[in-house]
């Protein structure tokens, strides 16, 4: 921790800067000044989840995956009707607690606190998908706090391989607090790659979305109906001082014309 002051705080500012329980997993700060107050507490969980596991056979079929770790996110579903089924997956998900540098200036009537936060968070998915039948919905969408790539399937005939690895390395946080008005922003140092090959002979949909500093740097979306055949990869990555307002998670929806 690291704490510094420039300036004289005059006696009618009261600005406090308390940081309990710094560690590696978690911490709390709490800044006043006149009668306005900012706090934070944020605390992570080390977590190690590892899946893998092959089914074949016919029938009907219904997967569901919802999984959210630091923003680092996956939704997936698939139903069939009736029909031959193969599919494989082998899941990957990691969070480490690691350092965080915390900072706070005081100049005149306000305070600036920064805090650099070191907890690595990181999800790898595969996953190979063989059906043939009376009819299959697969889609998978993956967000990287506040990027997005998503795929979605209709088919009677349907050969998917998917890959994502999405990785959140730091977190910057950054309030500004004045008297009657608090700013507060975040950054991330982030990654995601995804890379799919699939044949289907109805509907295939690919969307993804990168955004920086709040900003949606780009928005793509492709849907195609017929036979096709697909092989692409979508790669984004973000450096982010600072700048992203916290928002809803209502972004994690699919870019896309979805029937």
């Not at 910057?172 to 975040?186: F, M, R, W, Y």
Request: with cysteine.
């Amino acid at each position: 921790m690291k704490l510094s002051a420039i300036g004289m705080v005059m006696a009618i500012i009261i600005i406090a800067t308390s940081v309990s329980q710094v560690s590696a997993d978690h911490y709390s700060v709490s800044v006043t000044t006149d009668n306005t107050t900012w706090t934070i507490d944020r605390t992570t969980l080390p977590v190690t989840f590892e899946m893998s596991g092959t089914v074949t056979g016919y029938g009907s079929m219904v997967l569901d995956h919802d999984i959210n770790l630091a923003g680092v996110i996956k939704k997936g579903l698939t139903y069939s009707h009736p029909g031959e089924i193969a599919i494989s997956e082998n899941l990957d998900v990691k969070s480490t607690a690691g350092p965080v540098n915390i900072t706070a200036t005081v100049q005149g009537d306000n305070a600036t606190v920064k805090i650099n936060e070191s907890w690595p968070t990181s999800l790898i998915d595969e996953t190979d998908l063989s059906y043939e039948g009376k009819g299959i919905l697969s889609k998978e969408s993956y967000g990287n706090n506040y990027d997005v790539v998503c795929s979605r399937f209709i088919a009677t005939k349907l050969e998917k391989t998917s890959k994502c690895n999405a990785t959140l390395t730091k977190t910057v946080i950054s309030a500004v607090i004045k008297p009657g008005n608090v700013t507060e922003n975040l950054g991330f140092v982030k990654g995601t790659d995804y890379q799919l090959k699939v044949t289907s002979d109805k509907y295939a949909h690919l969307g993804y979305k990168s955004t920086q500093n709040k900003k949606q740097l780009l928005l793509g979306s492709e849907s195609y109906y017929g036979n096709f055949g697909i092989e692409t990869s979508v790669g984004m990555t973000g450096i982010e001082d600072e700048g992203l307002e916290e928002e809803s998670e209502e972004w994690l929806s699919c870019p896309s014309g979805d029937p």
